[in-house]
């Protein structure tokens, strides 16, 4: 059931000296952020990613977070059985305890759980439409990612309304590539299946760029930033400026640098290609069909009239007067009578033996 998260907790620090939870009050639920059911379309997006960006990378060790990972009902799909490479080490992330879960987070803007530059890779599938304010968690996504670390987000630009407990936005290809500006990183894929089925999934794929130390603080300004206007109350500038994040620019570096910018889009616009081209092949297939049932029905409908003009001529034939070709009509008008369609070819035979 729904109920009201108060985060009353405006910019204190955790033992890390982190900033932790800043959130107006704002409608949250136990529910989990993601969509009841995973459709195909999302779950072969994700795969294909895996297979494109990932098979080099199978014998290396892998930190993954799956944000949005709760299994939740009947829901026949998940993410987790892409990423079984021995070495990879999977790990579900969500607002509400449940299957698939390892980190509840309190607060789906500010993972105080998860530290900065941990992870090799954070996905997320079917979650953002239901995030209120997605680009601020983008920040924590990004946050959490090591220096080349990636990011992959698959989200829906269409389908019906399905509010699990929300679903506030829709994704296209300029939006996304919007948000990897917004968040500082490297744009590696930016796609939009159009004419996929209902939802028309995109999908991001982003890499954190190996930062200096300026540019570190400036991502954490920046990232304060976003808590801050979540915030009941606007701290005041003198807040801010004395609560900024100190990092390290000595991160690991993800082995994941290396992935090749654009190679999943060729893949994903190869894929829709092909599905094209068998759309219009079945399509072709339909029309001819069309057409040849709609060329069989005006045949039968030709032929029925013509036997009705056929009985028509019988049954005049009957009234005929009394004489020797009585007999021969009637016999004619039997024949019709008893073979039914056929009987046009035997009375067209009987008359032109007179």
Known sequence: MDHLLSLDLLFQHNSSGRAVSVSKNFEESS??????????SSYEKMDAFVRVHLAPYRDQPLEIL?????????????Y???????????????????????IQVDNAYDWTEVPSDSVDLV???????????????MFEIVRA???GGLAVIIAPSGGFEHRYPLDCWRFYRDGFVALAKYVGCDLID???????YDWEDSIL??????????????????????RALLADVLPTIDELTTRWQATSDTADASVLAGVTPGSLTGELEAQREARQGQESEIAAEQDAAAVANEAALNAASDAANELEVLRAHVEALKNQPTGPMRYAHQGRARAAGVVGPKGRAIYKKLRRRN
Request: a negative charge.
């Open 31 to 40: 529910q989990p952020v993601t969509s009841h059911l995973m459709h195909d």
């Open 66 to 78: 799956d944000f949005g990972a709760q299994v939740v009902g009947d829901q026949g799909l998940s």
């Open 80 to 102: 987790k059985g892409l990423f079984d490479a021995d070495r990879w080490n999977y790990r579900g992330l969500d607002i509400a305890a449940g299957i698939n879960v390892d």
């Open 123 to 137: 996905i997320s599938g079917q979650a953002f439409e239901h995030v209120e304010y997605f680009w601020a968690s």
């Open 145 to 147: 990612i090591k220096p």
């Open 190 to 196: 930016a796609f939009t299946d159009w004419g996929n």
């Open 205 to 226: 794929v982003v890499r954190k760029p190996a930062s200096d130390q300026a540019g570190r603080d400036e991502f954490d300004r920046r990232s304060v930033l976003q």
